[in-house]
């Protein structure tokens, strides 16, 4: 099994930062590429943002410039960095990973998420 625990919500006043991290531990051959996803009340969950195992990026446009996504591969660890918060980034955040647990073996896992909320 596999598992993925993010850390690093809490509440912080608009124009803040946050770091998220989020750790996969369990039976891993290999991750490949890793996300950052957002849901926030009412709404769609949305992705946010995503790194393969070269590290290679992608945005949505409502956090390009503010965020910035990046991997720790020795610690199979993914971060997201979120500055110029504003009260619209509120929402659960969730990390998931597509990681390979055999050489032809290869399934998606989701942490729990982690509460962000920005005041305004």
């Known amino acids: 099994q596999v598992q993925l625990v993010e850390s690093g919500g809490g509440l912080v006043q608009a124009g803040g930062s946050l770091r998220l991290s989020c750790a996969a531990s369990?039976?891993?051959?290999?991750?490949?590429?890793m996300y950052w996803y957002r849901q926030a009340p009412g709404k769609q969950r949305e992705l946010v943002a995503v790194?393969?195992?070269?590290?290679?990026?992608n945005y949505a446009d409502s956090v390009k410039g503010r965020f910035t996504i990046s991997r720790d591969n020795a610690k199979n660890t993914v971060y997201l960095q979120m500055n110029s918060l504003k009260p619209e980034d509120t929402a659960v955040y969730y990390c998931?990973?597509?990681?390979?647990?055999?050489?032809?073996?290869?399934?998606?896992?989701w942490g729990q998420g982690t509460q962000v909320t920005v005041s305004s």
């Open positions: 790194i393969t195992s070269g590290g290679r990026t």
């Open positions: 998931a990973a597509d990681v390979s647990i055999t050489i032809t073996t290869t399934k998606a896992y």
């Open positions: 369990g039976s891993i051959f290999s991750i490949n590429a």
